[in-house]
């Protein structure tokens, strides 16, 4: 199976941006574990602060991907383009967040993207994207 890992906004700050919520493990040295965990999957990912960008990825997928884990970061609670992007490429997205967006902020308490995704999981750090990862090769 080939997995395409989708990282929005400030994800790049990963393990020095707010490691009270966000841990203080960068993406990169996460990913190469989630590779040796999983090595039945065929790993990508693309990190952007750029809303379009994401999309463009989004659209790519459908030809080079069979699933997305996407942490889409803020936009997942601004970004109805975003939200289109997933239900118009018909392969499997599963919403991951770091922090649990439902005891935080109450903006951040409602994911336009999860609306488009087959589920969506927050809360449990960088465990998330295994855990997406465990039900997409189950």
């Given at each position: ?30 990913f ?7 090595p ?6 693309f ?28 936009y997942?609670?601004?970004?109805i ?32 993207t ?25």
């Amino acid at each position: 199976m080939r997995i395409l890992i989708l990282n929005g906004p400030n994800l790049n700050l990963l393990g020095r941006r707010e490691p009270e919520i966000y841990g203080n493990v960068s993406f990169e040295v996460f990913f190469k574990d989630l590779q040796k965990r999983f090595p039945a999957a065929e790993w990508q990912y693309f990190q952007s602060n750029k809303e379009g960008e994401l999309i463009d990825r989004l659209h790519e997928a459908m030809d080079g991907a069979d699933a997305v884990i996407f942490n889409p970061g803020g936009y997942s609670h601004t970004s109805i383009s975003l939200a289109d992007a997933i239900r118009a490429i018909k392969i499997p997205v599963i919403e991951v967040h770091l922090s649990n967006i439902h005891a935080r902020e109450s903006y951040r308490h409602h994911s336009y993207t999860a609306e488009s995704s087959v589920g969506a999981i927050a809360g449990f750090g960088l465990e998330g994207y295994a855990l997406a990862a465990s039900w997409l090769l189950r």
